[in-house]
């Protein structure tokens, strides 16, 4: 007695063959199902006069500096925002805005060892992404 099970292709279900090897399906439903779906998938009708316009070269690598100032916009944001929303109206303090820059002085370490880019941007790594980042301003506030 050959109890040998095979898995439907089409339902998933396990089944005794009737015809091993050459079975795929537990039915004839699911044979034709399976068919219909993939004709259904893949149509095979040309697509004349409406291509897509070819996809433009990506720009190669934004530059690190870019990456660091918009990470420390990021920053200013964020901490802006806890800064100004909870305090309504009220003026952002000398103190205030010191204690926004230690926090984005104390995220960029400089690198002394490490040369400044050609546009004389020194090297800082980024101990929230873990990075070498290259910028051209960092706070002043240092
Ligand atoms: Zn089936």
Known sequence: MDKYL???DYCAKTYVPKRRYKQRFCSNSCRV???KRKNRLSPAKPDVGLKAPSDKPHK????????GNAAIANVVTEVGKSI???????PATKGDLQNLASRITERYILIKN???RADGA???FDTTL???VHLKFLPPWK
């Open 33 to 35: 199902n399976s068919h």
């Open 122 to 124: 020194p090297a800082y």
């Open 60 to 67: 190669e690598g934004i530059s690190m500096a870019g990456i």
């Open 6 to 8: 095979y898995t439907c």
């Open 130 to 132: 873990k990075e070498i």
């Open 84 to 90: 100004f929303i909870k305090e309504e109206n009220k």
């Open 114 to 116: 490490m040369d400044v």
